[in-house]
């Protein structure tokens, strides 16, 4: 593979992330999202939920895009009790660099300044991130449907106070050429200029000249088509770069990777979750576990029923909540909701109606077809087609964080 060809491929999985978070700017402003203000999003996502991949039905979201080269601003959390409250700050490479909330600062709430890396503020409640541009999103759980309007109550107690800014932009998106693609990619970069420690791997990426002000034009139809096709080996790359839940499957479950939602020099972990799982927490504030199925990219086949079984003497281990959510999945890589007669789209240890065995075990019954009355209630319905399956396990105990406790695997019914 030629250098340039290579230059291609490793820009695209740098910077994909920077589009997608770009991307997800731009969506929010173009339903009236404003930079610098928390919209809330209050009700929980169903089939319709598009804005982001691989989303949860267990919490309300609340989201502001946030330019600090305006100056600081003041973030407030509201007291949450023992409801699960997290409001995580990513930077424009989607590193979770803090997040508060039930974990961290814990349920009585606050108030935080958050600043951008040039600005000289100091204080006990200051945050700084290491580029301008910051999304941050909240995650306000629900216990139950009579428990919406309550979780609404703390939802609105979550605001930001700051200078206006302008929205930057705007940029291409993934879909984009390579042209276009790497032209927004520099200006995002030069906007939010990588930390040093990418510095060796930003060199090898010399021949593109991302640094320095990118220039298709300079590029000769020969080295257009090396190009061109290192684009679409970076594309292919992140597709099969492992995700949410990594790639390694123990007793049919893969397990996140330490580096998940902080990725360091990890660029094609980033990458492939910034493609299949944008905005994923790191483990100790949520484990993302992937099933593997039979079919290609783990997926399971919705035709055939299926069987998930936790023993009485081994529930998942958790402090906060369970989830097991289903996705039908996009040819590009990415998961969504579907839309079923239950309107269930995920079930977990506060799903009404969810009946445990008489000797403590609890079964679990997924597919397309129901398992039957007396089952409906413990049954996650799936498309007559693939689907996948991922279990979100917020605030892991340590035996589920370190490795100890193992997921049971999934049976065919």
Do not use: C
């Amino acid at each position: 593979m030629s250098d340039l060809r290579t230059a291609a491929r490793d820009a695209f999985i740098y910077t994909l992330p920077l589009i997608e978070l770009a991307t997800t700017r731009q969506r929010g402003q173009a339903v009236g999202h404003k930079m610098g203000v928390f919209a809330h999003v209050r009700h929980l996502a169903n089939h319709k939920h598009r804005a982001v991949t691989t989303p949860n039905t267990d919490t309300l979201y609340s989201t502001a895009q946030i330019d600090l080269s305006a100056g600081p601003v003041t973030i407030t959390l509201p007291p949450a009790g023992d409801r699960y409250l997290s409001l995580a700050l990513m930077d424009a490479y989607t590193n979770n660099f803090a997040i508060l909330g039930t974990r961290t600062t814990g349920p009585d709430g606050g108030t935080f300044r958050l600043v951008g890396p040039r600005d000289a503020v100091e204080g006990w409640n200051v945050v700084r991130s290491p580029t301008d541009h910051v999304w941050a999103l909240a995650r306000i759980l629900v216990e139950s449907p009579e428990d919406l309007e309550a979780a609404r109550e703390v939802q609105a107690g979550i605001s930001l106070q700051g200078p206006p800014s302008e929205a930057p932009g705007p940029y291409a998106e993934r879909s984009a050429d390579w042209r276009a693609y790497f032209a927004s990619a520099a200006a995002l970069m030069a906007a939010n200029p990588p930390p040093v420690t990418d510095l060796g791997f930003l060199r090898t990426l010399a021949p593109l000249g991302l640094l320095d002000g990118f220039d298709p034009g300079r590029f000769s139809e020969a080295e257009a088509a090396e190009i061109e096709a290192g684009f679409a080996d970076g594309r292919k790359a992140v597709r099969g770069g492992g995700g949410l839940a990594g790639t390694e499957f123990i007793q049919g479950w893969s397990y996140p990777s330490s580096r998940l939602g902080d990725f360091e020099q990890d660029y094609l972990l980033r990458g492939a979750v910034a493609l299949g799982g944008l905005a994923a927490l790191p483990p100790a504030e949520a484990m993302y576990l992937q099933a593997e199925g039979p079919l290609p990219r783990k997926l399971f086949d919705g035709t055939r029923g299926w069987r998930l079984h936790f023993p009485a003497e081994a529930p998942l281990p958790v402090n906060s909540f369970w989830s097991l959510s289903l996705y039908e999945a996009t040819d590009d890589g990415q998961f969504y909701f579907w839309d079923n007669p239950l309107n269930r789209y995920a079930i977990g240890d506060r799903t009404p109606g969810l009946r445990t065995n008489p000797d403590g075990s609890l079964d679990i019954w997924i597919g397309h077809d129901s398992p039957g009355p007396e089952r409906e209630g413990n049954w996650l319905p799936a498309p007559a087609a693939p689907f996948a399956l991922f279990m979100r396990a917020y605030l892991p105990k340590p035996e589920l964080l370190q490795g100890y406790y193992r997921m049971p695997p999934l049976e065919i019914a």
